[in-house]
């Protein structure tokens, strides 16, 4: 099955810099790559997807590349905010449709400083 | 966007008892629900799809018999934790795709804590 490997476990950055983290998937007939945002004691919420049939996607301070050919993507904030401290998880799923299963990565947790 | 909702959102109980946890989804319909579950300051693990009117599918290494999965109606999905014991407890999240919206998108609900005592 579907492994998604995700580095690094924990990121602190200064405030106003970039932060980057950086999965691997295993399964080359993955074509769904979310990226989610979990707060303390909440469900995580999407912030960012992308398809594979686009290399790269972005939203206001945050993008998402994917390199099919060398199954890796990343998610590059950038201008981070202390309101950007959370857990962050890559996924990848086999389709999108209501019965695609999601496999996350392991999480990485940014913290801001100020 | 899509709203899925869980309850309770915590809960205690005795070893031995059994738990129920609903998974709800408020404004659209949902053909298939899935369930994690998260160890603190870890990851979603997948435990099983639940599959509206039919029999949930679980993922290696998930008891069936432990993690009971009824799917009733397209906006309801529960799972009981039998016979719990202080290891189940645990912090379990629900979540949905819209299959009018089709964008992909993953909704989850806010989590149920579980602590067994």
């Known amino acids: 099955g579907e492994n998604v490997e995700q580095h690094p476990s924990t990121l602190s950055v200064q405030e106003g810099d970039s932060a980057v983290i950086k999965c691997t998937y295993s399964?080359?007939?993955?074509?769904?790559f979310p990226w989610y945002k979990q707060e303390l004691g909440k469900g995580p919420q999407l912030i960012i997807d992308i398809r594979s049939n686009v290399g790269e996607k972005k939203d206001q301070r945050i993008a998402v590349t994917l390199n099919k050919t060398a199954k890796h993507f990343s998610l590059h904030i950038t201008e981070t905010q202390p309101e950007d401290s959370a857990v962050y998880f890559c996924a990848a799923s086999k389709g999108y449709s209501s019965a695609s299963k999601i496999i996350f990565g392991s999480g990485t947790r940014l913290s801001i400083r100020p | 966007g899509a709203v899925v909702s869980q309850h309770p959102s915590w809960v205690i109980c005795k070893s031995g008892t059994s738990v129920k946890i609903e998974c709800r989804s408020l404004d659209f319909q949902a053909t298939t629900m899935f369930w994690y579950r998260q160890f603190p300051k870890q990851s979603l693990m997948l435990m099983a799809t639940?599959?509206?009117?039919?029999?949930?599918?679980?993922e290696q290494g998930v008891e069936k018999d432990k993690f009971l999965i009824n799917h009733a109606s397209l906006t309801l999905s529960t799972l009981t934790v039998t016979s719990a014991h202080p290891e189940d407890s645990s912090f379990y999240i629900c979540?949905?795709?819209?299959?009018?919206?089709?964008?992909?998108?993953?909704?989850f609900g806010e989590g149920s804590r579980l602590t067994v005592l």
């Open positions: 979540s949905a795709r819209s299959r009018a919206l089709n964008t992909g998108e993953l909704f």
């Open positions: 639940s599959n509206e009117g039919s029999k949930a599918t679980y």
């Open positions: 399964d080359s007939a993955s074509n769904y």
